[in-house]
């Protein structure tokens, strides 16, 4: 065999292990991709059931004498709290089914509706108060969560009993049951029973923990990237300063939960479960992030930029400000987005300040007791109940598209207003 002929062969051999190589990527890729995909199907499969609630129609009476009330008296919370609104919505189940005598049975009869069906009157007595008149009025109350599943799934649990598909299958029947957008979920807090719980309290939560984060995280982030890049002395010092930031973009984010505990509740007394704690410990936590892209960009900014505006007699402040930090701005905010998204879905350190606790309330601040999105999944994915398991599907995919957002926004950011030297 000739040269040449040895020179094809070798070609041949390189040419056809480049393409291997090129279809072990695009596999990979698609393997990636599929895994993906499934993940992202499974989420969004367990979380329909949740976007959609059950409610039971009832024929309820609220004349003044069923309510326990005086003709003409005012309405409002004072005087409403004396009405056994429970038992009003108990006599009306039981106009639906006459036939349940049976002390047990009628148990079963009143756990078709969920508890808070009973709060759900009072609020819309007290929002129209003109429908006392009517005497009876037709309301659809939200049904049990162990009803909810059945009646979704269409087969019978062992939360279920016997009697209780009967009933719900009579209700079908007539027409008396019915599903509809679930607009509890983000109305309201979280809750024990699965039918009353939302998100909109982990949602305000985490909008104050990542506002904390993000008015502390962002200008020192920004002021000790252009220090280290433009004004710090090359020096051994410095030199320590920059792997320590490069380490702690590494370090477990578990480490700065134990940080913020021992330091800020144990050490300071700040309020535990608050929005300011958990936020100055996410701001920690994202500032080797910030720094890093912040000095990155500062670093793209042309040379010829700088020396220009020295060379028109600016000074160096004046040219870092005005000249150089303005073009570096749209990867500044963009490596600032990607670090806020990353608290966004951090766990861990919230759990050790506390940010697990069972919370109800919507916080109205940042020293409020709250939780946060990512802490809300968690609690819903420890609860026992099946229906929780799609209201923490749910969660999940209201947490991606925060984070799917926040990381479009940053890639806008980049391609709108960055410049090509």
Do not use: C
């Amino acid at each position: 065999m000739n040269n040449t002929e040895q020179v094809k062969l070798s070609l041949k051999k390189r040419y056809a292990r480049e393409k291997r190589f090129q279809w072990y990527g695009k596999i990979a890729v698609w393997i990636g991709f599929v895994f993906l995909a499934t993940l992202l199907l499974d989420i969004t499969l367990k979380a329909l059931p949740a976007f959609q609630k059950t409610e039971i129609q009832l024929q309820v009476p609220i004349d003044w004498e069923t309510l326990g009330l005086q003709p003409d008296t005012r309405i409002d919370p004072e005087s409403l709290r004396t009405v056994d609104f429970g038992g009003v919505l108990k006599k009306s189940l039981r106009e639906v089914f006459p036939d349940v005598k049976k002390r047990k049975d009628k148990k079963l009869l009143y756990r078709l509706i969920s508890s808070g069906a009973e709060y759900q009157l009072r609020d819309l007595i007290l929002s129209e108060p003109e429908l006392i008149q009517q005497g009876k009025i037709s309301l659809w109350v939200t049904a049990d969560d162990d009803v909810d599943t059945f009646y979704k799934l269409k087969k019978s649990t062992s939360r279920i009993k016997p009697k209780q598909a009967e009933m719900i299958q009579q209700l079908m029947d007539q027409g008396k049951i019915r599903t509809r957008f679930n607009d509890t979920f983000f109305q309201n807090s979280d809750s024990r029973e699965p039918e009353q719980a939302g998100i909109r309290g982990a949602l305000v939560g985490s909008f104050w923990t990542l506002l904390v984060t993000l008015v502390i995280s962002l200008p020192i982030g920004i002021g000790a990237a252009v220090y280290l890049e433009e004004f710090a002395p090359k020096n051994k010092l410095t030199d320590i300063i920059e792997v320590n930031i490069n380490n702690l973009a590494a370090v477990p984010s578990i480490v700065f939960g134990l940080l913020g505990l021992a330091v800020f509740i144990n050490f300071f007394g700040m309020p535990r479960s608050a929005p300011l704690v958990g936020g100055i410990v996410l701001s920690l936590m994202t500032l080797p992030t910030i720094i890093i892209s912040a000095r990155a960009a500062i670093k793209s900014v042309p040379p010829s930029i700088k020396e220009a505006a020295l060379g028109l007699g600016a000074s160096h402040m004046q040219t870092v400000f005005h000249h150089v930090l303005p073009l570096a701005m749209p990867g500044i905010l963009t490596g600032a987005i990607i670090g806020m998204a990353q608290a966004l879905g951090e766990t861990a350190p919230l759990l050790m300040i506390g940010m697990v606790a069972f919370i109800v309330d919507v916080p109205g601040g940042i020293l409020d007791s709250a939780t946060v999105l990512p802490v809300q999944i968690y609690l819903w994915a420890d609860s026992p109940e099946r229906a929780f398991t799609a209201l923490t599907a749910a969660a999940i995919l209201v947490l991606l598209a925060f984070l799917v957002t926040m990381n479009a926004i940053a890639i806008y950011l980049r391609k709108q207003f960055e410049r090509r030297w």
